[in-house]
């Protein structure tokens, strides 16, 4: 079975959630966030919609206020720097759901890999 990347994050969880790897993905999503001293604490307990919102919140506040930082975890996370740059920064609510999809895909890519081989 290949890897086929979700269209938006909606499919990306649902997925997770198919496969049993949501947990998973939430436990990526907190190493990757701690690595980059970014501590955010997810809870395994949270719904797929609510991680949506969450994670919107974080980078949205983290392009506001934390620039820096905010680029540190997209190369902690490994985001493509292509994508980035190919998202519309003129609407900063937009922009960091955008990222925020970005950040779950490339997660889920990790878990789903991990989980295969």
């Excluded at 980059?36 to 997810?42: L, P, T, V, W, Y």
């Excluded at 490994?78 to 920064?89: H, M, N, P, R, T």
Aim: proline share 3%.
């Amino acid at each position: 079975m290949n890897f086929i990347a979700p269209l938006n994050a909606n499919q990306l969880l649902e997925e997770a959630e198919k496969e049993s790897l949501y947990l998973k993905l939430i436990e990526q999503l907190n190493k990757d966030f701690n690595l980059a001293n970014e501590g955010i604490d997810f809870p395994k307990s949270i719904s797929p919609e609510e991680l949506k919102i969450q994670l919107h919140e974080k980078i949205y506040r983290m392009i506001q206020y934390k620039f820096a930082e905010y680029l540190n975890l997209l190369y902690i996370i490994d985001v493509s720097e292509d994508q980035i740059k190919k998202l519309d920064g003129s609407d900063l609510v937009i922009l960091a759901e955008n990222v925020a999809f970005l950040i779950l895909k490339r997660d889920w890519q990790k878990v789903w890999f991990r989980n295969k081989y």
